[in-house]
């Protein structure tokens, strides 16, 4: 069946919180930036933006399907990040700390479109995923992401988390809340809508 609801906010305040909670561990290749970051300076946090803009960026586009949007969505997601920057303690690199800012600040923008996610019998679902190849899709660069784009917002959000962003389904099944089942389906129609659009 067919399940739409108005999707709350991810709330990025456990992710942060749990990040300041750990002791430092990671040294990052530019600390000295991300130090004055944290002390307010202002050119230093140009300097972040530029290091890792272009990448968020791509994040952003897989995610939303829209590179307008995206822009948007990185502009949000980098006003957070320096608003909460203090909460940084390098328990792990910051690229990945910000990432999961953007693509959780990403998912709220689609959410806000309102998805609609499609529920199947749990193991329907699962056999439905387990017989499909995550990596059969040898396909150009260019022709995934183009197609990505015009997938539905469910489709792409999960697509994108998968295959694209590396999370697995029990970590995007959190992110999203719900459940791992639901995931797979996603994921496994994704690919069969990319390959019926790649193929026309």
């Not at 529920?119 to 197609?147: C, W």
Request: a negative charge; one cysteine or more; aromatic letters at 8%.
């Amino acid at each position: 069946m067919n399940l739409t609801a108005s999707w709350p906010s991810i709330d990025l305040s456990p992710v942060l919180l749990r990040h300041a909670e750990a002791s430092p561990v990671y040294h990052n290749a530019r600390q000295d930036v991300i130090d004055a970051c944290q002390a307010g300076d202002r050119r230093a946090q140009y300097e972040l933006y530029k290091l890792y803009a272009k990448a968020m960026l791509n994040v952003c586009v897989r995610i939303t399907g829209n590179t307008a949007e995206a822009e948007d969505v990185l502009q949000e997601a980098f006003i957070t990040v320096f608003r909460k920057i203090n909460l940084y303690r390098g328990e792990s690199a910051f690229g990945a700390w910000l990432k999961r800012i953007v693509v959780n600040t990403a998912i709220n923008a689609v959410r806000r479109r309102r998805l609609v996610w499609e529920e199947m019998d749990e193991e329907a679902d699962v056999a439905e995923a387990e017989a499909t190849d995550p990596h059969e899709l040898d396909l150009q660069v260019a022709q995934v992401r183009q197609a990505v784009q015009q997938l539905p917002d469910g489709f792409r959000t999960v697509f994108s988390l998968y295959a694209l962003e590396g999370y697995d389904h029990q970590e995007i099944a959190e992110i999203l809340g719900v459940s791992v089942s639901t995931s797979k389906t996603q994921y496994n129609r994704a690919k069969k809508r990319l390959l019926s659009l790649i193929k026309k």
